[in-house]
């Protein structure tokens, strides 16, 4: 994603964790609980729900099961990550850097966004190249979104968004065009099936995928600002996040698509800063307890809806208010509770990853530690494990994963009194060159990342 300065070296990353104010989860199942490698002793249901783990096995890594609490199992599993023996790694390399890395939903297709105009699929079980979209874009391609588990968008700096199908790749679905300039990410609705872009022409638009046909389908410009970097949405739709450039981070609450907003149509909710002062902690430089959050409440503007009621957020790195920060990667807890960021400083030296917890009514406590700049020009993109209790940041030539406390415990469930460092669990290097996209698989225990080199490399858990 070039032309935005968000580069790291080998230097201490910069990493921030946020507090959540949600309810606890429900307890742990006393056999899964059981299953750590490094635990108690074990009994017969922990040995079954262990016999149970390796049967789901399939040539690469353990099943995931988002909805089951088995996160010490995959804390074990995690903290065992290391390069797979049959990593991607193609005999050319025409594709240049890697800017993104996306699963199918069911974890059969690994897709590769690249900076030479090409699309990459992968059998992330078998490694096995399956497909190069060698003109995919005129442009560098930016991202790729899964609608399910056929249908796939991706987006360029040649302006487009292309729809896709597996069962037909000799040949895009349809071109999508609407936007001014660069397209940089893709959300979907699965709600009202809207496809959601987003690009540096500062524009948000809607496509209408329900009435799409070989020459595009039906779009509408839903929101605007200046400086727009990265867009998301909950995982429920019910807010969409925009980061910018100016370091600001709007939350559009009660999200209806449907409407098409313009500037002053919208109801202001609050704006609010997240100040912090700055300490020392170790070699990091650490913030300490939040202080008074100085929102300012807006009433609600005659005859206007409630829906779509923005908040403004402005994140400030301690020590560094004077300095201000750019929000260059943006991505969200797969239970919506949280934010993911990367910031990096307006004199492009330093940047920080950082975790805030966006609920309503809830404070934003994070800490910040910085790093220095190098390789710069291009944006990293850090991802959450599917049940969101582990973090894969890029760091230099490989990667860190990260956690809300050393047994990777819950968001909601670790509330200290105020904010700490997050906690390193393994930090991974597999790479010739500065790793800038990261993802965990949906399904199974693997996670993926690419280099600016063009390189993909694949880690599962070594026994």
């Not at 605007?224 to 949405?233: P, S």
């Not at 940041?393 to 670790?414: I, K, M, Q, T």
């Not at 200290?416 to 997050?422: A, D, G």
Request: net charge negative; proline share 5%; with cysteine.
């Amino acid at each position: 994603d070039p032309d935005i300065d968000d580069s790291d070296d080998d230097d201490d990353d910069g990493v921030v964790r946020g507090v959540s104010s949600s309810p606890r989860e429900a307890a742990v199942g006393s056999g899964e609980s059981r299953l750590r490698r490094s635990g108690a002793s074990g009994t017969t249901s922990s040995h079954r729900g262990a016999a149970a783990v390796v049967a789901r096995t399939i040539r690469r890594g353990v099943f995931v099961d988002p909805a089951r609490d088995n996160f010490r199992t995959m804390t074990s599993l995690y903290c065992s990550m290391n390069p797979a023996a049959e990593s991607v790694n193609l005999s050319t390399q025409t594709h240049g850097a890697v800017f993104n890395l996306e699963y199918s939903p069911d974890g059969s297709v690994l897709t590769v966004a690249c900076e030479q105009t090409e699309v990459l699929l992968f059998d992330p079980i078998s490694s096995r190249h399956i497909k190069t979209l060698t003109e995919a874009h005129e442009d560098c391609v930016n991202n790729i979104r899964f609608l399910d588990n056929r249908l796939f968008a991706t987006c360029s700096d040649d302006t487009t968004i292309a729809l896709w199908d597996l069962r037909k790749l000799n040949s895009k679905v349809c071109s999508l065009h609407g936007h001014a300039s660069w397209v940089k990410n893709i959300e979907y609705d699965t709600n009202t099936r809207l496809l959601v872009t987003s690009g540096f022409d500062g524009n948000v638009i809607t496509w209408d995928t329900n009435r799409f046909t070989e020459d595009g389908c039906p779009h509408k410009k839903f929101f605007h600002t200046r400086y727009l970097m990265r867009m998301r949405l909950t995982p429920d739709c019910s807010k969409m996040l925009i980061s910018t450039s100016s370091g600001y981070l709007l939350i559009l609450h009660d999200l209806d698509l449907t409407q098409s907003l313009e500037v002053g149509s919208y109801r202001m909710l609050r704006a609010r800063r997240t100040p912090l002062s700055s300490g020392t902690s170790a070699s990091r430089s650490a913030g300490s307890r939040q202080g008074n959050d100085s929102s300012k409440i807006h009433p609600h503007r005659e005859g206007m809806s409630p829906r779509n009621s923005l908040e403004v957020l402005t994140p400030e790195i301690p020590g560094e208010r004077d300095r201000g920060n750019c929000i260059t990667s943006l991505q969200l807890h797969p239970k919506g509770w949280a934010t993911l960021i990367r910031c990096s400083s307006n004199m492009d030296d330093q940047e920080w990853t950082c975790v805030y917890e966006f609920q309503e009514g809830a404070p934003t406590r994070p800490l910040v530690s910085p790093r220095s700049n190098v390789g710069r020009g291009y944006i990293k993109e850090l991802c959450f494990s599917p049940d969101g209790r582990l973090i894969c940041s890029p760091y230099g030539y490989g990667v860190r994963l990260l956690a809300f406390d050393e047994d990777c415990g819950e968001l909601a469930d670790c509330l200290p009194v105020q904010t700490s460092v997050l906690k390193e669990i393994r930090s991974i290097y597999s790479h010739s060159d500065v790793v800038l996209t990261t993802k965990f698989s949906p399904t199974h225990c693997q996670l993926a990342s690419g280099c600016l080199s063009g390189r993909v490399a694949l880690y599962q858990p070594k026994f």
